[in-house]
């Protein structure tokens, strides 16, 4: 891949490639759960953008949103961001979404939100280790049934977004400043683990992660066992992937509920992976005060 090439797009032969794109990056049967091409351009004419990627002619990614509100409870919605299966995990996905937040500071807008899944550890890790997005509120089955593989077979529990595009915070997580110390570093700090997993099977080929509850403790440091790969776990035990979305959600609730805030996706030595919580105030974080000092 050459130099990607990140611009607004409006015509309705590209807008027909996002269409594609989110057929392929959600891996769709078929086209009943894509965006339809006419909905796409009444947003781009009506206040939206939608940002397509490019290597030389070919659009491989794009995201899209739209901004909601007025004054000082304005933010921006940034709905879907997609990459062709084939560029995945080619870093397309971020660059797209700091294109986003360049266009969307061009607008006055300091918040873009969006939803994600919780569950999903690179989900997790890209939002909010790496965007410095940060996890407030917790959304029960928000979207009902989905008919993709990704998503099909589990309730879709979603956390709200909030990207807080103008802080030093957020521009401490972009470049680099703020990282999520490793698991044990956070344990030997007083971090407590709130979820546990054990792991069932004879080699790594065969083995699954199963979630193990534990009593909730108000430590000011939290970490949440999320498995490697839930659409794996799915594929091989519904039942323990449903559990794993039972005991996530009933975690995350009650420590939202109780002020805490997520912010961080780590691993341990065993390189199995954990969202982190911590007990702060929203002003706080928000001016990029090393946590982990």
Same mark, same amino acid.
């Given at each position: 891949?050459e130099?990607l090439?990140?611009?607004k797009?409006k015509?309705?032969?590209?807008?027909?490639?996002?269409?594609?794109?989110e057929?392929?990056?959600?891996?769709?049967p078929?086209?009943r759960?894509?965006?339809?091409v006419h909905?796409?351009k009444?947003?781009v004419?009506?206040?939206?953008?939608?940002?397509?990627?490019?290597?030389?002619n070919?659009m491989i990614?794009?995201?899209?949103g739209?901004?909601?509100g007025?004054? #000082?409870s304005?933010?921006f919605?940034?709905h879907m961001?997609g990459?062709?299966?084939?560029?995945k995990?080619?870093?397309?996905?971020y660059?797209l979404?700091i294109?986003?937040?360049?266009?969307v500071?061009?607008?006055?807008?300091?918040?873009?939100?969006?939803?994600?899944?919780?569950?999903?550890?690179?989900n997790?890790?890209f939002n909010? #280790?790496?965007l410095?997005?940060?996890?407030?509120i917790?959304?029960?089955?928000?979207?009902?049934n989905?008919?993709d593989s990704?998503?099909?077979?589990?309730?879709?529990?979603?956390?709200e977004?909030?990207w807080?595009?103008?802080?030093k915070?957020?521009?401490?997580?972009?470049e680099g400043?703020i990282?999520?110390p490793p698991?044990?570093e956070?344990?030997?700090?007083g971090?407590?683990?709130?979820l546990?997993?054990?792991i069932?099977g004879e080699?790594? #080929?065969?083995?699954?992660e199963t979630p193990?509850?534990?009593e909730f403790?108000?430590?000011k440091?939290?970490?949440?066992?999320?498995?490697a790969?839930?659409?794996?776990?799915?594929n091989i035990?519904?039942e323990?992937?449903?559990?794993?979305r039972?005991?996530?959600r009933e975690a995350?609730?009650?420590?939202l509920?109780?002020?805490?805030?997520?912010?961080g996706?780590?691993?341990?030595? #065993?390189?199995?992976?954990?969202?982190v919580l911590?007990?702060?105030?929203?002003e706080?974080?928000?001016?990029?005060?090393?946590?982990?000092?």
């Amino acid at each position: 891949m050459e130099e990607l090439i990140i611009r607004k797009i409006k015509d309705v032969n590209e807008l027909e490639n996002v269409v594609e794109i989110e057929k392929s990056a959600w891996a769709m049967p078929d086209y009943r759960e894509t965006t339809p091409v006419h909905m796409l351009k009444a947003l781009v004419e009506n206040g939206g953008i939608i940002l397509g990627a490019f290597d030389k002619n070919n659009m491989i990614g794009f995201n899209m949103g739209w901004s909601v509100g007025c004054n #000082e409870s304005r933010y921006f919605y940034s709905h879907m961001t997609g990459v062709l299966e084939e560029y995945k995990y080619k870093n397309v996905g971020y660059k797209l979404k700091i294109k986003q937040r360049e266009e969307v500071l061009k607008l006055g807008i300091n918040l873009i939100k969006w939803t994600f899944d919780p569950l999903q550890s690179l989900n997790l890790n890209f939002n909010l #280790e790496k965007l410095g997005a940060i996890g407030r509120i917790y959304k029960e089955n928000y979207y009902g049934n989905i008919r993709d593989s990704i998503n099909e077979g589990l309730e879709t529990d979603r956390f709200e977004a909030e990207w807080y595009i103008s802080s030093k915070y957020v521009t401490d997580k972009i470049e680099g400043k703020i990282k999520t110390p490793p698991a044990e570093e956070l344990i030997r700090k007083g971090g407590y683990i709130a979820l546990d997993r054990k792991i069932k099977g004879e080699n790594k #080929e065969s083995y699954i992660e199963t979630p193990i509850k534990k009593e909730f403790s108000l430590d000011k440091v939290i970490l949440i066992s999320i498995p490697a790969n839930i659409s794996s776990i799915k594929n091989i035990d519904k039942e323990t992937a449903k559990k794993w979305r039972l005991y996530t959600r009933e975690a995350y609730k009650f420590y939202l509920s109780k002020g805490y805030i997520a912010v961080g996706y780590t691993r341990n030595k #065993e390189n199995y992976g954990y969202v982190v919580l911590i007990k702060s105030e929203l002003e706080d974080l928000l001016k990029g005060v090393n946590l982990w000092s």
